[in-house]
């Protein structure tokens, strides 16, 4: 798996890093999402995939 993201789009809910903490952070002074593994181990992966559908602005993509 290899995570992709268009941080210009995204809307700082937060959302990915409530359900993958390992994987998405935050910068602290916007909220603007953070990709901190681009390839996660395969635990992380059904995490990521979540984080993806309920993202509002749908940033985040996922590649197998």
């Known amino acids: 798996m290899k995570i992709t993201l268009d941080a210009e789009k995204c809307c700082a809910a937060g959302q990915c890093v409530l359900v993958a903490p ?3 952070d935050q910068r602290d002074e916007d909220g603007v999402v953070v990709l901190l593994d ?7 992966h059904d995490a990521v995939r979540e984080a993806a559908a309920i993202c509002p602005a749908a940033v985040i993509e996922v590649h197998v």
Do not use: T
């Not at 681009?38 to 992380?44: D, F, I, T």
């Open 22 to 24: 390992e994987v998405f």
């Open 38 to 44: 681009a390839e996660p181990p395969a635990g992380q």
